[in-house]
């Protein structure tokens, strides 16, 4: 029986007493968990306390970054990565503070021609117990050497988020409550599924994250020779949602954040440019990031743009008041940076 079979006929709040011992330091196990009857807790000692198990830990010795393989009960894998934040100014009481890149699904179907995690091809999504799970493994492992506190969560690891849309959604609402996570500190990025983008700006209850989405070409047909998920029309789309977005979380430190990876020759020319630009203009509070691109060796096809072109586009962008940044990449001796999740090791 899962876990919600068995707290079922239960009162609502002993869902939450169970999600608040999860991230409790001191509780270990669901007989732990004092706030339960002795009769549920008998119940649930054959349910797994973690639903991820450790195959393979990397760290990178460039900048501390930590990459795991980490196992399901049914023997399918994800990659979930670690990130020491650099500046100690993001440290409020001294503790160092980290970043955690999760997966939502096993592989990915929408094969971005970029991403090694679209090669992998779809297996399966993750539930939400996975996803939060993956925040609970990094956790633990701080705990045990009482390195610092994760404070920030970037769902930019393997699958697209919003195909997971009821998981994810949960795991979010969780994360926020029991494990304490600012909304502001969770960042959902999608290359675009316009039906769950619906549902985020619809939907009362979804948390107020931050959202992310993946355009890396603001010209239509150029996106779709990358993105084979792109529908036609979509950045008509984007352009009527981003204004029921900022409706619906008015916040004026709620932009939307537009990633855009550099790959030379393809999407990082002066139309390009101008495209983005243009559309930038139309989407309200925004925020463009630009990705040096990160190869891996199983995606030698494409090539990185130069630095100092993705140095003018900032530049160009900044002079149309357009806030703009570049993506540090952290881990890519292991690996572990945006696109690099093939779960090679295993
Ligand atoms: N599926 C979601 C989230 C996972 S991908 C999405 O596509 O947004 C997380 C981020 O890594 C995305 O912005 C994605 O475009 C980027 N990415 C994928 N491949 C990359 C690569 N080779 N180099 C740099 N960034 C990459
Ligand atoms: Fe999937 Fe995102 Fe990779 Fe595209 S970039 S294949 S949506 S994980």
Redesign the pocket.
Same mark, same amino acid.
Do not use: D, K, W
């Given at each position: 029986m899962s876990l919600e079979e068995i707290v079922k006929s239960e009162p609502a709040y002993r869902l939450d007493q169970i999600f608040l011992a999860w991230f409790d330091k001191n509780i270990h196990n669901f007989s732990e968990i004092t706030t339960l009857s002795k009769n549920l807790r008998e119940q649930l000692i054959g349910e797994p306390w973690m639903t991820v198990k450790e195959k393979i830990l990397q760290t990178s010795e460039v900048d501390g970054t930590r990459k795991a393989l980490l196992e399901f009960s049914d023997g399918k894998v994800v990659e979930s990565v670690l990130m020491p934040r650099a500046s100690k100014k993001e440290w409020p009481d001294d503790r160092p503070r980290f970043t955690i890149c999760v997966s @939502?699904q096993v592989g %990915?179907p $929408?094969g %971005?021609a !970029?991403?090694?995690? =679209?090669k992998l091809g779809f297996s399966r999504n993750l539930s939400y117990r996975e996803i939060i799970d993956q925040m609970r493994y990094w956790q633990q492992i701080l705990w045990d050497n009482n390195e610092g506190e994760i404070d920030n969560i +970037? !769902? $930019?690891? &393997?699958? *697209?988020?919003l195909l997971n849309y009821e998981n994810v959604k949960l795991s979010l609402k969780i994360l926020v409550k029991y494990a304490k996570i600012g909304q502001r500190k969770i960042t959902l /990025?999608? +290359?675009g599924v316009p039906e769950a983008m619906e549902k985020i700006v619809t939907e009362k209850d979804f948390p107020a994250v931050r959202f992310?989405? /993946?355009l890396?070409s603001a010209l239509s047909e150029s996106r779709l020779a990358i993105i084979p998920s792109n529908r036609p029309g979509f950045l008509d789309f984007l352009v009527e949602w981003s204004k029921k977005y900022h409706n619906a979380f008015p916040s004026r430190t709620h932009f939307i954040g537009l *990633?855009y #990876?550099m790959l030379k020759g393809v999407n990082d020319d002066a139309q390009h440019l101008n495209a983005l630009i243009k559309l930038a203009l139309k989407l309200g509070s925004i925020r463009v990031n630009l #990705?040096?691109?990160? =190869? /891996?060796s199983c995606?030698d096809f !494409?090539q =990185?743009t130069d630095f100092a072109t993705i140095q003018t586009w900032q530049k160009k962008m900044n002079d149309r008041d357009i806030t703009c940044t570049i993506?540090r @990449?952290q881990g890519l001796d292991i690996d572990a940076?945006? =696109? &690099?999740l093939a779960n090679k090791n295993q």
């Open positions: @939502s %990915c $929408m %971005c !970029f991403c090694a995690t =679209g +970037v !769902f $930019m690891g &393997q699958g *697209e988020p /990025s999608t +290359v992310a989405l /993946s890396h *990633e #990876i #990705i040096p691109y990160n =190869g /891996s995606n !494409f =990185g993506r @990449s940076a945006c =696109g &690099q």
